[in-house]
Each structure stands twice: as C-alpha cells, then as structure tokens.
C-alpha cells in the first residue's frame, strides 16, 4: 500500500484543520493506521491510531479531546480532524500503516512500516 496525506496548511491559533491519508495499491482494510507528526529539530512523534475496523483510537496526550482520528475503509482513506490547533502543533504530519488484527491499535513509531509522505501545518500565533 502507498500513502500521501495532505490538507495541510497554514492556519491561526484556535482555528480547525482536517488532513487526510488517502491509500493506494491496496485496500487499507487490513492495516492498523495512524497519524504521527515531526515540529523543527524534533523527532517524529505518535499522533494518533486507529484500529482495522475503526473502533478503537488511541491518542498521544496533546491531541485527546482535540483531534480525532477516523478512517473510512470504503474510500481508503484516513482522516485527522484537528481543532482548536496552537502553534506548538505546528509540524509535518504523517499517515502511516501496519497490519494489524481486529481491535489492534499500535503506538510506537517503530512498529509501522508503511509510511506516505507529509503534509506541513503551521500554526501561528
């Protein structure tokens, strides 16, 4: 499977942004996705995850109760829904994807090995 995420952009403090991961090649029915992101000088980090079927997710803390993650196996396709953004979640945001079994959901960033290409956010302030 391929990935590319994108909709990212530049936005302001406070405002909502929605990125999406579309796959190709391959149905993503299989694969545990998720969301990680990489800010200047930092090292890519866990975002989110999602299992197979979409029912379980798992956040890193700085997203709970303000991204959620989905996915829409029909139209391979997964989203981040991003609300109320600060600055300090300004980064290059990745989808990524690991098969998986039912109700898996996978956190370290070395567990995936499918990995699309990222779509920059920038928050000001």
């Known amino acids: 499977v391929q990935l590319q995420a994108f909709g990212g952009g530049l936005v302001q403090a406070g405002d909502s942004l929605r990125l999406s991961c579309k796959a190709s090649e391959r149905t993503i029915v299989p694969y545990v996705m998720g969301w990680f992101r990489q800010a200047p000088g930092k090292e890519r980090e866990f975002v989110a995850t999602?299992?197979?079927?979409?029912?379980?997710?798992d956040y890193a803390d700085f997203a709970k109760g303000r991204f959620t993650i989905s996915r829409e196996n029909a139209k391979n396709t997964v989203s981040l829904q991003m609300n109320n953004l600060k600055p300090e979640d300004t980064a290059v945001y990745y989808c990524?994807?690991?098969?998986?079994?039912?109700?898996?959901?996978?956190?370290?960033?070395?567990?995936?090995?499918?990995w699309g290409r990222g779509t920059l956010v920038t928050v000001s302030s």
């Open positions: 990524a994807a690991k098969q998986g079994v039912t109700g898996q959901t996978i956190m370290p960033i070395d567990r995936y090995d499918v």
């Open positions: 999602i299992s197979r079927g979409g029912t379980v997710r």
